[in-house]
């Protein structure tokens, strides 16, 4: 899977969370992390990226995982361990 196809995926699960008050959005291409299965997609508030003072951070849920060969996305947990989440998911669908 390409990234851009990935990109896609990830801005669909977003899309199920996202607020107009305050839109969420992923961050640049180059910030997006290549594990080898999976890409990793961190998102934040459209206002936050900007810098502006007003702005709200993003909901507390984690990033947005993406499996290369399933095209299956699912949203990491922000309370717990991003690399624990990983590797159990890894271990259960074997992956490496």
């Known amino acids: 899977m ?29 910030q997006v992390v290549d594990i080898g299965w999976a890409w990793v ?4 508030t459209v206002r936050w990226s900007t810098g502006a003072a007003d702005a709200a ?4 849920g984690g990033p947005i995982v993406v499996v ?4 299956r996305a699912w949203m990491m947990l922000g309370s717990r ?14 992956y490496s």
Do not use: H, N
Request: proline share 11%; charged share 25%.
């Open 2 to 30: 390409e990234l851009a196809d990935a990109r896609t995926i990830a801005q669909g699960m977003l899309a199920e969370i996202d607020s107009p008050d305050e839109p969420l959005t992923l961050v640049p291409a180059e």
């Open 41 to 44: 997609f961190a998102y934040t």
């Open 57 to 60: 951070p993003p909901p507390g």
């Open 68 to 71: 290369k060969d399933l095209g």
């Open 81 to 94: 361990d991003y690399d624990e989440q990983l590797a159990e998911f890894a271990a259960r669908y074997g």
